[in-house]
């Protein structure tokens, strides 16, 4: 996959808060897989066997009861284009908190270069986006607001988005987001946020 330099960085994940309703049982109380266990047990009236048996997530996964998968989410830090941020709010069983154009002004020019410039112009790339930021710096200095500046600015402006979701939906945002029809930039983002997830619940994204 080509490189669009964008990050992701995990910054907080739901934790779990032992009830103390059962004896003799070892749970980690950072662990968000326990939590969607615990959950999905309760409907089966075997909490007390929480964290005795692997696999127990997959089965429900296999067998469609995912809303259990709800009960937990993760926080991401993304820097990525607003082209993507531009997608990625779509996903509206979410939460997001995104870097403000109207309140922050723009004055460096930060800006994503999708890779497939290199074979073409990558240098009237930069050239054009140096533009942008050169209009967007000069009506700024007329007095022009912020807010109205930026309208000279492009979807490659770099941006960066915290966003909050449950497990379900991170599984329906990983399968749509990397498939080969989606955005390469989107994908890119997908994948990284998939690699972060399969390291904290491998029972809920080992699949995916």
């Known amino acids: 996959m080509s ?21 003799g049982v070892a749970l980690t109380q950072d662990d968000p897989e ?13 909490e007390d ?4 048996r692997t696999g127990w997530i997959k089965g429900r996964i296999k067998a469609g009861h995912e809303s259990v998968l709800e009960h937990a989410s993760a926080t991401f830090h993304i820097k990525c284009s607003r082209v993507v941020t531009h997608e990625l709010v ?10 403000s154009q109207r309140y922050v002004k723009e004055n460096e020019p930060r800006y994503i270069i999708p890779p497939e410039f290199e074979k073409y112009e990558r240098g009237l790339f930069k050239y054009v986006m140096e533009e942008c930021w050169g209009w967007y710096r000069k009506f700024l200095e007329l007095g022009i607001k912020p807010e109205i500046a930026r309208y000279v600015l492009p979807n ?9 979701m449950n497990f379900r939906e991170l599984r329906h945002f ?10 390469p930039e989107m994908r890119e983002v997908a994948g990284k946020v998939r690699e972060i997830c399969k390291d904290l619940a491998p029972e809920v994204f080992e699949d995916v």
Request: charged content about 25%; hydrophobic content about 35%.
């Open 34 to 46: 326990i939590l969607v266990e615990w959950a999905g047990r309760l409907c089966y009236n075997t």
């Open 3 to 23: 490189d669009y330099g964008t990050e992701v960085e995990l910054v907080a994940v739901t934790g779990f808060v032992d009830p103390g309703s059962w004896e």
């Open 90 to 99: 779509r996903h509206r069983l979410a939460s997001y908190s995104q870097r």
């Open 156 to 164: 490659a402006c770099q941006t960066e988005i915290v966003m909050t």
């Open 174 to 183: 990983i399968k749509l987001r990397r498939s080969p029809r989606a955005l």
């Open 49 to 52: 066997k929480t964290g005795s």
